[in-house]
């Protein structure tokens, strides 16, 4: 059988008398757990025994194998940190789990986005997994090994030896989507968990394998989170960009790769910077009404327009913003009527250029 082993460094700790084991349990002596029970209250013969009030009896319960002094496990139980934009956990939940909404960064698929983050992060920890399935990974068997003190003694004379406790599992992780494809979950879950201490297999406390699924899915998330920010800051590097194409309807548009609310004002300074005067605007129908005239070149070149010539018709243009999916359509009219493609030709690699400048802005 194959072990991925993951080191921890006990080293610091050995030497301040304190392994990473020893923060699962409680710190001071145990001699409380060698306490017998008193015998039963015995009362002179002149007094009478009073009644007793079963509201506040403790029920007898076989604790004979509980844990007990040092074997309790005092860890804290870790939560799922949501940190990512668009990431949320229901509070419902009763598994390992976490949800991603698409959000601007993702592309076109939220499910490839948190696979492709996943294996990052897998790979990167130079763990092996089997695909399952779509969206179903199954690790190789991890081995993570602790030193534990032992107890009593004096500077490390006399007392109990250190004993090496070894815990070994494999990670599943799942990935569903919904059938909409905008959102989608990553549950994190331990497999063929096995604990031993000096190869005496022991029982371990439900937080401990809680911690390892909630460790490894709070990774994921950061991964998942850091690629979205490194695409954000990547696409505003680049400028968003603008396609001249077709509508399903077969109109001529020119389509911004942005959603309205970013693509609105990006337009309107892009007209502007094209030498369109913007004369009125109406956001709820999306629309500019804009003039244009050919730019003036002053008197000796001094004081003339800064803008280039475009080559259309000088007049009155209607640019008309509709969201589109996940990018706003810009339709042009003149007199009621959409311009022709030759018309949009003429000013498309300025508007281009200019929604792509004031993007970076």
């Known amino acids: 059988m194959k072990l991925s082993y993951l080191a921890l460094a006990l080293t610091a700790a050995t030497l301040a008398g304190c392994s990473a084991a020893d923060r ?11 306490i017998q029970p008193t015998d039963t209250l015995t009362l002179p013969g002149d007094l009478e025994r009073p009644e007793r009030d079963s509201e506040y ?28 934009l668009g990431s949320r956990v229901l509070e419902t939940e009763t598994e390992t ?19 492709a983050a996943v294996k990052t992060v897998l790979e990167r920890r130079g763990i092996s997994y089997d695909e399952q399935s779509d969206g179903h990974w199954l690790t190789e068997t991890m081995s993570l090994q602790q030193t534990v003190d032992g107890e009593g003694g004096f500077l490390g004379f006399g007392g109990e030896e250190d004993k090496l406790q070894e ?25 063929d968990f096995t604990q031993r201490v000096d ?11 809680n911690n390892l699924e909630t460790e490894l899915l709070n990774v994921f998330i950061s991964e998942v989170n850091r690629k979205q920010q490194q695409a954000v800051a990547q696409m505003k590097a680049e400028g968003i960009d603008t396609q001249l194409t077709q509508s399903e309807a077969g109109e001529n548009i020119l389509l911004v790769e942005d959603d309205f609310e970013q693509a609105w004002p990006l337009v309107n300074l892009a007209l502007q910077s094209m030498g369109f ?32 010539a475009l080559g259309i018709e000088e007049g009155e243009y209607e640019f008309r913003l509709l969201e589109s999916g996940d990018n706003t359509a810009v339709r042009v009219y003149q007199d009621d009527t959409m311009v022709s493609k030759q018309w949009l030709e003429s000013i498309y690699e300025n508007f281009r250029a200019a929604v792509k400048q004031q993007s970076k802005l």
Not at 24 to 34: I, L
Not at 284 to 296: H, L
């Open 167 to 191: 815990r070994t599992f494999r990670y599943e992780i799942i990935q569903e989507t919904e059938s909409h494809k905008r959102t989608t979950s990553l549950r994190v879950a331990i497999d």
């Open 24 to 34: 699962e349990r409680a710190s001071g002596g145990f001699d409380y757990v060698n």
């Open 97 to 115: 789990r976490v949800y991603f909404d698409i959000v601007e960064g993702m592309g076109d698929s939220v499910t490839e986005f948190v696979e």
């Open 199 to 209: 190869g005496r297999t022991v029982d371990v406390a439900p937080v401990v394998r």
């Open 57 to 84: 009896a403790v029920p007898q319960t076989d604790v004979k194998n509980a844990p007990v002094g040092q074997r309790v496990n005092i860890t804290a139980p870790q939560q799922v940190r949501p940190l990512g």
């Open 277 to 308: 005067e913007v004369e009125d605007l109406n956001r709820e129908t999306g629309t500019y009404f804009v003039s244009y005239s050919e730019p003036d070149s002053g008197f000796l070149f001094i004081g003339g327009d800064d803008y280039e």
